[in-house]
């Protein structure tokens, strides 16, 4: 016997699915143009050189045993017991090494104004494939803004899609093709397609991976053999911010959800603290700072 309740309920949601399809859409649409008009005049006034540039947008490092282990085990320590991440001295030598690294990298690329925004721990599962927007060709809509990817524990299995741009600043056919590639996601369909010219960021042991999210890109989680435990640091220029996060209300800068508190003894690690924007940092603790939210009002 047909269930007209199941069929009256279809229905009825079918123009609610349309009028949110319509509504993300529109939105997105909107976002985009200022984009590519507002955003491109900051990310003008940035270096992109170094590595990265001449990758057209990435970078491929490595970690040594010693610090993914540490990380390994921070990760055991902080994640599932604590809600913040705390830095302490015992970190001192893994950060060492993952800042002295980045540092002139993200340098030459965002400019002598690049600040540190993040650093959280991800853990990421085949289950994401579903659940995570991230899987489906996309840019992070902020402009230039490096993600760094370090990879403490897994098997290559999860890899991240990009599309490099062939020009050092994307131009308008590159720009054109992300709005086409992504607005798929804001109609609510899954875009997971292959691409002729996309290159394959492998996040296994011990890899890093720096990724400017104006590219294209995805998370590949659905072919994962394993799960994927991360840290995931990002970086930008606060100039853009004020525009970024108040008016296209984008994820950029340091959210609530991921600030962390750090050492007084990190000061002294000059790679580190050349990348602290200080409007972010406060002091909560006996010997420990605060790196949190600001109002950029």
């Not at 030459?108 to 540190?116: C, D, E, S």
């Not at 050492?263 to 790196?291: A, E, G, I, M, P």
Request: charged share 25%.
């Amino acid at each position: 016997m047909i269930n007209l309740i199941k069929i009256y309920k279809k229905i009825l949601k079918s123009p609610i699915l349309i009028f949110k399809s319509l509504k993300g859409f529109l939105s997105f649409s909107v976002r985009f143009s200022l984009i590519i008009s507002v955003i491109r005049f900051y990310d003008r006034k940035l270096k992109l050189q170094g590595e990265i540039a001449k990758n057209n947008g990435y970078a491929k490092l490595n970690l040594s045993s010693t610090s993914t282990k540490h990380l390994n085990k921070l990760f055991n320590e902080s994640f599932y017991k604590k809600k913040k991440l705390y830095l302490e001295p015992s970190s001192l030598i893994t950060f060492k090494e993952i800042f002295d690294k980045l540092n002139p990298m993200i340098i030459n690329y965002i400019g002598k104004n690049a600040k540190l925004d993040n650093i959280m721990f991800n853990l990421t599962t085949k289950e994401h494939a579903n659940s995570k927007a991230s899987s489906n060709w996309h840019t992070d809509n902020v402009g230039a803004r490096l993600k760094v990817f370090i990879c403490f524990k897994g098997d290559g299995s999860q890899p991240t899609y990009i599309i490099p741009s062939k020009t050092k600043y994307p131009k308008m056919f590159y720009f054109l093709k992300s709005y086409l590639m992504e607005v798929f996601r804001w109609l609510g369909k899954s875009n997971k397609i292959k691409i002729k010219n996309e290159i394959s960021l492998i996040h296994k042991t011990g890899t890093i991976n720096v990724l400017d999210t104006n590219l294209l890109h995805r998370g590949c989680y659905e072919n994962a053999t394993k799960d994927r435990y991360e840290l995931k640091l990002e970086f930008s220029d606060p100039a853009k911010h004020f525009f970024a996060r108040r008016v296209l209300l984008s994820p950029i800068g340091t959210e609530k959800m991921y600030s962390f508190f750090f050492h007084k003894d990190f000061l002294k690690l000059n790679s580190f603290s050349s990348l602290l924007d200080q409007k972010r940092t406060y002091k909560k603790l006996k010997d420990h700072y605060l790196y949190n939210d600001f109002d950029i009002l």
